[in-house]
């Protein structure tokens, strides 16, 4: 229209001049009233020629579907019309184009041109005329509305793992930070969170609190669907020995899960191999694919036993018929209990050597002290039960049994050493060797010494010398003697503390109804209080010294009783004897007797008969 008005100011103008070089006569003066009725007084007003309003709605619309109102925090949609390394640029109709930065896009790395995205309108022009956009604020003014949408209806999400946090992940979904517990990322139990770390993968929102703002998502949610129905199907196929393949996916110290499916399934220690091992990782290992038979479920199958050894023959069923009684077998010490240890000949099958079974001693000791785990031993088949599965085994018989010349070795009287290897309340038991054991009888250890237990005489590991006092070769026992290997000192007491010998000694101790005197290390006399009393009356106390006389020795039971009091009465008594005697002989002299009378007589009667 404005090109119109210039036009018509041009012919004009041209008229004008026209009409100056030669006088022109006009429309207007030629049909004054058609010039009126067809002039264009809008044009002559305004400037312009008028516009239709069909045709300025018809602008108004082409402007609105074309062109963005460039202002401030505003969310327009925007197509992708270049990338670089490190920028996008964006249409959006205006009279320029945006720059936003590639990183904002982390979370959709398929990103291409063509894609429509949504974009605020940061700053309408910078200082180089560039209009600014931000895709990542654009997502978060729509983000809590998709949010809570994607959680109404349950829509999947995309979402791009930041990094790691306690207990889950961090997930940016439409520009909002959610937490992804670390339990809702897989139905497998997660070992290394840092491979998802920079993923996009697939989410579903499944809790928001308003409140706080947070945000909860679940990766698990979406592939429980699919499990839920291939559990289902799993389920309702499963019998009692089917054979089924299956993943490892936990390992416990009592087990192994497997991972059939949607569906697991335990394989327990005892299960895994026929034979022993200390944990099920010697068997398999994480994500292992393995064939399994299913041994047991319950009603709802909701747990179900499965076995992997019973998918191999029985290792006795395997065992060669030529292994018999008394053959010799190498094996592997693979249990050890308080009875014995098992050792394993073959692969699953095991013998028991019995405690009594390792050596020729009858001096029960622990397993322990003949073997250890791991051991390489050789051993011989003393019984076998191929029905029940059960062998027992012995070291011992590999040796010499001791006993064979035990006549020979230790003879009644003869003298050895022996270790000292247990204690009863009534002696000791000493070792000769291995598999000679000796009891020596408390009243047998010492001559005098009175032992209330023998570990008051020696300690378990000593050394000791003995005597074999009794040989039982059918009974395998032994008697041995210890204070047999010395001479009874007693048979020299006997004599030097015979009866009524004197001796001199201090009071070592007062004690009831009398006091010990010790006259060497071996006799301890005891004093009856009685005895004590001295020849001023009063009795001796502890410390005093004096002279004793012995008034009884008992060599068995190694009793001695002493007295002081003898000392003296004893003397008393003979110097009374002694007065009474030189009185008599005194008398006799003075005064003629009674015999003496008689001889008179009858020599006098012999003189009257004429004898003399």
């Known amino acids: 229209m404005a090109e119109k008005a210039k036009q018509a100011e041009v012919e004009a103008t041209e008229a004008t001049t026209a ?28 400037g312009i020629d008028e516009v239709e309003d069909s045709q300025l709605k018809e602008f108004e619309k082409l402007v609105s579907e074309n062109f963005v109102d460039t202002l401030d925090d505003e969310v327009v949609e925007g197509e992708v019309v270049h990338m670089s390394d490190r920028d996008v640029i964006i249409d959006i109709n205006a009279k320029s184009e945006g720059v936003i930065s590639l990183n904002e896009f982390r ?32 997502r978060v003014i729509k983000a809590w509305d998709r949010v809570n949408n994607a959680h109404d209806t349950g829509e999947i999400v995309n979402g791009f793992v930041k990094c790691r946090t306690k207990g889950g992940m961090i997930v940016d979904v439409f520009g909002i930070e959610a937490f992804l517990p670390g339990s809702q990322i897989d ?67 009592y087990g192994v899960f497997i991972d059939l499916g949607g569906v697991d399934g335990l394989v327990h220690i005892t299960d895994l191999s026929w034979s022993r091992i200390n944990h099920p990782n010697e068997i398999v290992e994480l994500d292992q694919k393995l064939n399994v038979v299913i041994l047991d479920f319950d009603e709802n199958k909701s747990r179900i036993q499965l076995g992997l050894k019973q998918l191999s023959k029985h290792p006795w069923d395997a065992l060669g018929e030529n292994v018999a009684v008394g053959d010799k077998v190498k094996g ?10 098992f050792i394993e000949v073959a692969e699953g099958v095991e013998g028991l050597v019995h405690v ?28 076998l039960d191929r029905e029940d599965r059960k062998m027992s085994l012995g070291i011992k018989q590999l040796s010499a049994d001791p006993w064979t010349d035990i006549t020979t070795k230790y003879p009644v009287g003869s003298k050895h050493t022996g270790i000292v290897r247990n204690f009863t ?63 009874n000192p007693w048979d020299k007491y006997e004599t030097e503390f015979a009866l009524n010998t004197t001796h001199t000694a201090e009071i070592a101790e007062v004690v009831d109804k009398g006091a010990t005197i010790e006259f060497n290390e071996d006799i301890v006399a005891f004093v009856p209080s009685r005895h004590l009393e001295k020849e001023d ?9 004096a002279e004793f006389k012995i008034i009884e020795f008992n060599k068995e039971f190694k009793r001695v009783v ?24 005194q008398a006799a002299e003075a005064k003629p007797t009674l015999g003496d009378a008689n001889d008179a007589l009858q020599a006098l009667k012999d003189k009257m008969d004429g004898k003399k």
């Open 19 to 46: 009409t100056k070089e030669a006088p022109v006569v006009s429309e207007a003066q030629a049909n004054p009233e058609k010039f009126l009725k067809e002039f264009n007084w809008h044009n002559y007003q305004e």
């Open 107 to 138: 979370y959709n790395p398929d990103l291409k041109v063509g894609d429509k995205v949504e974009v605020l309108i940061d700053v309408r022009e910078d200082a180089t005329g560039q209009l600014v956009l931000s895709h990542r604020k654009a």
């Open 187 to 253: 139905v497998k139990p997660i070992r290394d969170y840092d491979v998802y770390v920079n993923k996009t993968m697939e989410f579903k929102v499944v809790k928001i609190n308003h409140e706080f703002k947070n945000v909860v998502v679940s990766h698990k949610a979406l592939i429980e669907a699919d499990i839920e129905e291939q559990k289902k199907e799993i389920i309702g196929q499963l019998e009692k020995g089917q054979v089924l393949e299956g993943v490892v996916k936990n390992i416990t110290s």
């Open 332 to 341: 592997k010490v693979v249990v050890i209990a308080d009875y014995g240890a």
């Open 356 to 383: 009594s079974e390792m050596s020729w001693s009858t001096h029960l000791r622990s397993a322990n002290d003949f073997v250890k785990v791991g051991d390489e031993i050789e051993a011989q088949i003393l019984t």
């Open 425 to 487: 309340n009534f002696g000791v038991f000493v070792e000769l060797e291995e598999g000679i054991d000796g009891l020596i009888y408390i009243s047998d250890l010492s001559w005098t010494k009175k032992i209330k237990h023998p570990s008051e005489f020696c300690a378990v590991g000593d050394k000791l010398e003995v005597v074999v006092l009794e040989l039982d070769v059918e009974g395998r026992k032994l008697s041995l003697g210890h204070k047999q290997t010395t001479e």
């Open 537 to 545: 009356g009063k009795l001796l106390k502890k410390g005093d010294s």
């Open 562 to 585: 002493a007295s002081h009091t003898a000392i003296f009465k004893a003397e008393e008594m003979a110097n009374v004897k002694a007065a009474v005697a030189k009185q008599a002989s």
